[in-house]
């Protein structure tokens, strides 16, 4: 076999000379593949209540324990809003952490926006309404915060947020 160089993928480039068989590399994904979604084995955890409870739970004690590591955290305390809103759970405590990530940054629109929410949802429409205008005052004038202004104005707390093509105001 005459020399050449060798390839990146770890052959042996020839120019138009001849070679020998070459070696290639085998691609091992350092991965597991993914388990399929219908499958039999997945589908009833999915499907029960009780796991759906689990997971809340699961979730909320999630946030609880980033709560604590992180207490002068805005961004931990409103993703903890954020879900206790959108879930509809403990929404108490979600009042609290929204408080608290305002009180931490208190010119910010996301967190005016998610006090909001969690303030439509608990019922109390007046003070959501406050809390979104003043957010849409500090700067977020576009589409999505007038129609989420009219939901707050109009809707009931089970009806969804309008649809943003990216995940602000919750990320």
């Known amino acids: 076999m005459l020399e050449g160089s060798r390839s990146r993928r770890g052959g042996v480039r020839t120019f138009g000379r001849e070679a020998g068989p070459t070696r290639q590399k085998k691609r091992v994904s350092a991965f597991p593949p993914a388990p399929d979604p219908l499958s039999p084995a997945l589908t009833p955890a999915v499907a029960a209540p009780a796991t759906a409870g689990a997971i809340l739970a699961a979730e909320h004690a999630y946030y609880d324990g980033l709560g604590a590591l992180h207490p002068d955290s805005a961004l931990v ?53 406050a ?26 707390p089970t009806t969804d947020p309008p649809c943003r093509a990216e995940p602000w105001p919750f990320e």
């Open 77 to 129: 305390h409103r993703r903890r809003a954020w879900f206790c809103a959108r879930t509809r759970t403990r929404l108490d405590e979600g009042l609290v952490s929204a408080d608290r990530a305002c009180a931490l940054e208190p010119d910010s629109m996301r967190n005016l926006a998610v006090l909001a929410e969690v303030r439509f949802q608990r019922g109390d429409r007046p003070g959501a309404v």
């Open 131 to 156: 809390a979104a205008t003043r957010g849409r005052d500090l700067g977020d004038r576009g589409v999505f915060a007038e129609r989420q202004l009219a939901r707050l104005r109009e809707g009931t």
